[in-house]
T-cell receptor, first 111, second 116 residues
Framework: AAGVIQSPRHLIKEKRETATLKCYPI?????VYWYQQGPGQDPQFLIS???????DKGSIPDRFSAQQFSDYHSELNMSSLELGDSALYFC??????????FGPGTRLTVL | DQQVKQNSPSLSVQEGRISILNCDYT??????FLWYKKYPAEGPTFLIS?????DKNEDGRFTVFLNKSAKHLSLHIVPSQPGDSAVYFC???????????????FGQGTILTVHP
């Protein structure tokens, strides 16, 4: 069965640079969620989109923005990167009433 | 404020025995609970879920029990297998509106090791 696709899988950036993470949900899933997992921590909710509209917002820094496109894929844009942004970033997708299924994650390292 | 807590950072079990992972929550608005299994450098894999209208849900070797009055849930794995060794996360959700379940709040995870 098709799963959530995330790209890139690994990303290395310098401080103050910009990064873009992409998420392709499971076909026919209309909701996308972004989570951040720091070292030794549990995943923390950042933001979600339903039918291309922002549906909920968590502890997402103002330096981050995200959107969901007409084909339901989503992008997380991160600017002015800081060392503390180094983490695993997971995308999950669901249909409106279903369980969230997670992608493999993007490991972001900020040097 | 940790709204979902897994108080046991690790659990070690012999192959063939039962593994019991526990989870407590504080937010009364949570009405949907899930367990995910996670290997290093991979995304969480969905295992089993339970709605607050039930107190038990089974899927093969996995059973989740929910005690709403105690705000406690547990995952039972019987029999445990070495391939079950991973980090197990408990997660909870509250309906965001309509029938959507909304964002997940995770516990800290429990590292399960199943010895052959």
């Amino acid at each position: 069965a098709a799963g959530v696709i995330q790209s890139p899988r690994h990303l290395i950036k310098e401080k103050r640079e910009t990064a873009t993470l992409k998420c392709y949900p499971i076909p026919r899933h209309d909701t996308v969620y972004w989570y951040q997992q720091g070292p030794g921590q549990d995943p923390q909710f950042l933001i979600s989109f339903y039918e291309k509209m922002q549906s909920d917002k968590g502890s997402i820094p103002d330096r981050f923005s995200a959107q969901q496109f007409s084909d339901y894929h989503s992008e997380l844009n991160m600017s002015s990167l800081e060392l503390g942004d180094s983490a695993l970033y997971f995308c999950a997708s669901s249909s409106y009433t279903s369980t969230q299924y997670f992608g493999p994650g993007t490991r972001l390292t900020v040097l | 404020d940790q709204q979902v807590k897994q108080n046991s950072p690790s659990l070690s079990v012999q192959e063939g025995r039962i593994s019991i992972l526990n989870c407590d929550y504080t937010n009364s608005m949570f009405d949907y609970f899930l367990w995910y299994k996670k290997y290093p450098a991979e995304g969480p894999t969905f295992l089993i879920s339970i709605s607050s209208i039930k107190d038990k849900n089974e899927d093969g070797r996995f059973t989740v029990f929910l005690n709403k009055s105690a705000k406690h849930l547990s995952l039972h794995i019987v029999p445990s297998q070495p391939g079950d060794s991973a980090v197990y996360f408990c997660a909870a959700s509250a309906r965001a509106g309509g029938t959507s379940y909304g964002k997940l709040t995770f516990g800290q995870g429990t590292i399960l090791t199943v010895h052959p």
